[in-house]
């Protein structure tokens, strides 16, 4: 990943509604939900959540797909691993030991 992506998603991420829609999304998992199923879940306007959506997927964390009059959300679970990869690159100036911490939260994580 370059640094100008992990910025843009940063960005992306970096305001209350969009971070919580983006988590919603994550809990979803792969089928994702319709854009208005998360704009009621968090009592903001269609219209408004609509940009929100769209910031999120400009910064390639989240896809979208349309099913009859429906446009559904989801999680870009590759572009985060890209992200989250990017962050730890070069963790602990490779001494692997010292990550452990890090690398273990995905084991514990509760999707996983």
Excluded: K
Excluded at 18 to 25: C, N, S
Excluded at 39 to 54: D, F
Excluded at 87 to 92: A, M, P
Aim: hydrophobic residues 45%; aromatic residues 6%.
């Amino acid at each position: 990943m370059e640094t100008t992506d992990a910025i843009d998603a940063f960005a992306a991420l970096a305001q209350p509604t969009r971070l919580e829609a983006f988590r919603r999304l994550v809990r979803a998992g792969p089928e994702g939900l319709p854009a208005g199923t998360v704009a009621r879940a968090l009592e903001t306007p269609a219209n408004t959540m609509s940009t929100h959506l769209a910031i999120l997927e400009r910064s390639g964390l989240v896809t979208s797909r349309r099913e009859g009059r429906l446009v559904y959300y989801a999680a870009s679970f590759d572009r985060v691993r890209d992200l989250v990869g990017f962050l730890i690159e070069d963790c602990c100036a490779g001494n692997p030991d010292m990550c452990d911490a890090i690398t273990g939260i995905a084991a514990t994580a509760r999707c996983c």
